[in-house]
């Protein structure tokens, strides 16, 4: 598996991440098949978040690889907090909201570290932002995390510029990654660079040119749902609303010997921004076929002939 940089750290990662968010689908034996397919493939950074099956996702990922000493360093594990999910207490009606408080994220951290069996996170992100944030906070959590040993690296997720700007005023620690929603048939933040200057929808920038402020400040892209489109609306690959898209992808699959899901992960990977793919898939074949694309550069016509076959136009 290919190695990069996480971010500004000297953390040296895999290009593609084991998203843990549906590992409580699993029973006992096919979650420890997942995570031994992952090793030997040389997958070893697994994406978790304490909200995540109400935490029971981290519980099951540490029982699945038999957490040890021996075995944590042999991985990176990354998690998420901020969202704090409960019911209003009448209707029984599910609510989430947004918390990037001192104590909450501090206690997040604590819950995440016991439920994973260890003591450290290599990586910690903030999930979605909270409208109520105060970085002071933020700030003094980081600090608190990073002098304790509990957590080596700090990013954010779902942030645009500006919200990561107003953080790093505050913070000592770099913000090393921004995990984002990208796929070919979601990908406005690229969208609306070729599109500039143009009175068409794609030109409208929805999220602060974050693509290339990400790559200027030295913060790598973690993309979630790399296969899906529209927010969780179903797959591309294979979708009969996909047509033109998905005839181009099989007939590069075929070319390389590789099958579709393969190109669909090359085709982000390409990217010079050398973004960090985050694959949910819960299918031990599926996750080695997104490894493998790791092994393949897409040439630049390969690349923009998939970008147009998803409807994506060029000015």
Same mark, same amino acid.
């Given at each position: 598996?290919?190695?990069?940089?996480?971010?500004?750290?000297?953390?040296?990662?895999?290009?593609?991440?084991?998203?843990?968010?549906?590992?409580?689908?699993?029973?006992?034996?096919?979650?420890?098949?997942?995570?031994?397919?992952?090793?030997?493939?040389?997958?070893?950074?697994?994406?978790?978040?304490?909200?995540?099956?109400?935490?029971?996702?981290?519980?099951?990922?540490?029982?699945?690889?038999?957490?040890?000493?021996?075995?944590?360093?042999?991985?990176?594990?990354?998690?998420?907090?901020?969202?704090?999910?409960?019911?209003?207490?009448?209707?029984?009606?599910?609510?989430?909201?947004?918390?990037?408080?001192?104590?909450?994220?501090?206690?997040?951290?604590?819950?995440?570290?016991?439920?994973?069996?260890?003591?450290?996170?290599?990586?910690?992100?903030?999930?979605?932002?909270?409208?109520?944030?105060?970085?002071?906070?933020?700030?003094?959590?980081?600090?608190?995390?990073?002098?304790?040993?509990?957590?080596?690296?700090?990013?954010?997720?779902?942030?645009?510029?500006?919200?990561?700007?107003?953080?790093? %005023?505050? !913070? /000592?620690?770099?913000?090393? &990654?921004?995990?984002?929603? +990208?796929?070919?048939?979601?990908?406005?933040? =690229?969208?609306?660079?070729?599109?500039?200057?143009?009175?068409?929808?794609?030109?409208?920038?929805?999220?602060?040119?974050?693509?290339?402020?990400?790559?200027?400040?030295?913060?790598?892209?973690?993309?979630?749902?790399?296969?899906?489109?529209?927010?969780?609306?179903?797959?591309?690959?294979?979708?009969?609303?996909?047509?033109?898209?998905?005839?181009?992808?099989?007939?590069?699959?075929?070319?390389?010997?590789?099958?579709?899901?393969?190109?669909?992960?090359?085709?982000?990977?390409?990217?010079?921004?050398?973004?960090?793919?985050?694959?949910?898939?819960?299918?031990? %074949?599926? !996750? /080695?076929?997104?490894?493998? &694309?790791?092994?393949?550069? +897409?040439?630049?016509?390969?690349?923009?002939? =998939?970008?147009?076959?998803?409807?994506?136009?060029?000015?």
């Amino acid at each position: 598996m290919k190695t990069m940089k996480l971010g500004s750290s000297p953390l040296e990662v895999p290009v593609l991440a084991v998203g843990c968010m549906r590992i409580n689908s699993l029973g006992k034996a096919a979650a420890e098949q997942l995570i031994r397919t992952a090793l030997e493939q040389g997958a070893n950074f697994f994406d978790n978040a304490d909200v995540y099956g109400d935490g029971a996702c981290e519980e099951i990922f540490a029982d699945a690889i038999h957490m040890n000493d021996d075995i944590r360093e042999k991985i990176i594990i990354q998690s998420k907090c901020g969202i704090r999910k409960g019911t209003d207490g009448s209707a029984g009606r599910g609510i989430v909201e947004y918390d990037f408080s001192k104590r909450h994220i501090l206690d997040a951290v604590d819950g995440s570290l016991k439920r994973l069996k260890t003591d450290y996170l290599d990586v910690l992100l903030l999930h979605r932002p909270d409208a109520l944030v105060e970085p002071e906070e933020v700030a003094e959590a980081f600090d608190i995390l990073k002098s304790s040993g509990k957590v080596r690296y700090f990013g954010v997720s779902n942030e645009k510029p500006m919200q990561i700007g107003l953080l790093k %005023k505050y !913070l /000592k620690q770099p913000v090393v &990654a921004n995990q984002l929603q +990208l796929s070919i048939t979601n990908a406005t933040m =690229i969208s609306n660079g070729i599109n500039v200057n143009m009175e068409n929808a794609p030109a409208v920038d929805r999220d602060g040119s974050v693509l290339d402020y990400c790559r200027l400040n030295d913060i790598t892209i973690q993309t979630w749902s790399p296969f899906q489109y529209g927010f969780f609306e179903g797959v591309f690959l294979g979708s009969d609303k996909f047509p033109e898209l998905n005839r181009k992808i099989d007939e590069i699959a075929e070319k390389y010997g590789v099958s579709n899901t393969t190109i669909a992960a090359a085709w982000i990977l390409r990217h010079p921004a050398h973004m960090q793919i985050v694959v949910g898939t819960m299918n031990p %074949k599926r !996750l /080695k076929d997104c490894c493998r &694309a790791a092994d393949i550069r +897409l040439t630049r016509e390969e690349w923009y002939d =998939i970008y147009r076959a998803a409807g994506n136009k060029i000015p």
